[in-house]
DNA sequence: AGTGCGGCCTGTCCGC
DNA sequence: TGCGGACAGGCCGCAC
């Protein structure tokens, strides 16, 4: 689920509860997410001071003092601030207790998500290390797109989605920029031009700025770090309308399978 | 190296 | 109503 917009929502919903912060435990109800968190990991944590809450892609990086807990929300994962005496559903997987009686609860119905603490520079982590551009970065350029894509034969979309160029992209913003840019999903990385590329860039930025304004889109397990569900659902114009009429055009909005994903498409303003 | 695929999990939806 | 299969916001690891 939590492409960009999510993780960044969370991120600055959670951040001034965090800031400042003193560990008091970490509760793990079920250890088995996408790697094992440690057994050890509780007493690592205990008593740490909590510095800053960053994002890098879809990872959050929850600064303290001595090391930083990387979490990953994988495709179902959300993150909320809880009161102690708060019921938990089935899937509420860890809770980190902060001194003061408050819970960052950690949601995750499948168990995709990740928890890893690095007491070395996390951007160094291999979670981290390869990923490109921050597309909502000052220095964010299409150029940069076009310069990575050199003589890369996969279909554009896969290429926006593997990180190495840009971080943070998931299916549905892949999908809602190649059509705002009008480029066809399946066209080879390398055979779209320089200016499209930089056509690119600023849809993409464009999308992830509105949906972050808009606190994320929810489809189904989504939420914010205040429990809300994201808005920007009802303002995707491709993703998820396969067979419904583009909002450009009129034509019928198709539907391909790229990199195992769903890739919808407007086979008239695409190209 | 780049590419394509299976796999990891759980829940839901669809067709039979 | 029940059941099997496909699919879902992500990404790793493997074979070629």
């Not at 119905?109 to 979670?127: M, N, S, Y």
């Not at 034509?251 to 695409?270: D, E, I, K, N």
Request: net charge positive.
């Amino acid at each position: 689920m939590p492409e960009l917009p999510e993780v960044e929502t969370t991120r600055q919903g959670l951040e001034p509860l965090l800031r400042g912060a003193r560990i008091a435990g970490l509760l793990l109800r079920e250890p088995r997410l996408r790697w094992r968190v440690p057994d050890g990991l509780p007493r690592a944590l205990r008593g740490r001071r909590i510095r800053a809450l960053d994002r890098r892609g879809k990872v959050l990086l929850l600064r303290c003092d001595g090391g930083t807990l990387l979490l990953h929300l994988g495709m179902s994962g959300s993150l909320r601030v809880a009161r102690r005496t708060e019921p938990r559903g089935p899937h509420d997987r860890l809770d980190l207790a902060l001194a003061g009686g408050t819970l960052l609860r950690l949601r995750d119905p499948r168990r995709f998500a990740a928890v890893l603490w690095t007491t070395r520079d996390p951007l160094e982590h291999p979670l981290l290390r390869r990923l490109g551009q921050e597309p909502l970065a000052p220095g964010f350029r299409g150029r940069e797109l076009w310069r990575r894509a050199r003589g890369r034969r996969a279909p554009v979309k896969v290429f926006l989605m593997d990180g190495r160029a840009v971080a943070g992209i998931g299916n549905i913003y892949a999908t809602e920029a190649l059509f705002r840019a009008g480029i066809h999903p399946a066209r080879p990385a390398g055979r779209v031009s320089r200016a499209r590329y930089e056509r690119l860039s600023r849809e993409l930025r464009a999308v992830l700025r509105e949906a972050l304004a808009a606190g994320g889109t929810t489809l189904r397990d989504y939420r914010g770090g205040s429990g809300a569900p994201g808005r920007f659902r009802p303002r995707l114009r491709a993703y998820g309308r396969q067979g419904a009429p583009c909002r450009r055009c009129g034509s019928t909005l198709r539907a391909l399978r790229l990199g195992q994903r769903q890739s919808v498409f407007c086979p008239r303003c695409q190209r």
